[in-house]
């Protein structure tokens, strides 16, 4: 038994999915979140400058006594998880890009997959070399959509603004590509899934948050280090607290136990 907090950080807010599915599936585990807020997106950054930001912000997170750091951000587990595992040896650390290659190399190999993303992270080629390490057969064929991340970020909702924007992004790409399964491939986009398949219905829509609370799970309880239920509550970092960060803690946490605050540090 661990009791200590699961660290989970993004460049912004999109990391929230995988800790909304985090505290539905494992409400016995306590978080500390981060999110970059004041300097998302992340992105259409250089990599160096990714890897800056996300050094600092997992500093922060390490100096908290917890037991696992989860880098729900698909740009950063792309650019950044080989050098967080080098920094950080004895802690262990969950990406979001693995844990879904995984599972396509398991039950959708005979698919045409498509994945959905960030620039930096579809440049970096991280999906069709993990899933095709696993199931070198399998087709898969990215691309980037770098509107939806500051749309998301800024409340977006309005399905006028949102439907043709997804469709000037998807239309072709899903078209062209004969796609049967969509990875959404970056934290963000499970918050506009709902537009997705409403779109188009007959896609077969994979979102990492969910896969990567699955491997969360299975680590720790091959590692026996689950949590009873400790005394204290969810913390939510932010580099700038915007309404829509605080709307969707509030959604996770709705006993309103959660504390969340703006970072005051050196992030």
């Known amino acids: 038994m ?47 400058t990714i890897r800056k930001f996300t050094i600092q912000i997992c500093d922060f997170l390490v100096a908290n006594d917890i037991k696992m750091l989860v880098i729900a951000c698909n740009t950063i587990s792309a650019t950044c998880k080989d050098i967080l595992k080098e920094r950080y040896p004895d802690l262990p650390i969950i990406d979001v890009i693995s844990p879904m290659a995984e599972r396509v190399a398991n039950d959708f190999a005979d698919d045409s997959i498509g994945v959905i993303a960030t620039k930096v992270t579809v440049g970096s080629g991280a ?58 491939g970056c934290t963000h986009y499970p918050i506009i899934e709902s537009n997705i398949r409403q779109l188009y219905p007959s896609l077969k829509v994979l979102n990492p948050s969910k896969e990567t609370v699955k491997k ?52």
Not at 3 to 20: E, P, Y
């Open 127 to 184: 999906y069709e070399k993990q899933i095709n390490d696993l199931s070198p057969d399998t087709k898969v064929n990215s691309m980037a959509c770098p509107l939806f991340v500051p749309m998301i970020e800024e409340g977006v909702r309005d399905n006028k603004i949102l439907n043709p924007t997804i469709k000037f992004y998807l239309d072709n790409f899903l078209w062209d590509n004969k796609v049967d399964s969509l990875i959404l």
């Open 2 to 48: 661990d009791n200590r907090r699961i660290a989970i950080f993004d460049s912004g807010l999109g990391g929230l999915t995988v800790a909304k599915y985090l505290v539905e599936k494992m409400p016995n585990e306590k978080i500390i979140y981060f999110g970059d807020t004041a300097r998302t997106p992340y992105g259409s950054k250089d990599v160096e």
């Open 216 to 267: 969360i799970r299975s680590y720790l309880e091959e590692h026996d280090m689950k949590a009873a239920r400790p005394p204290y509550e969810n913390m939510y970092f932010a580099s700038d607290m915007s309404d829509s960060f605080i709307n969707m803690i509030e959604n996770i946490d709705p006993s309103s136990r959660a504390r969340f605050k703006k970072f005051s540090g050196t992030v």
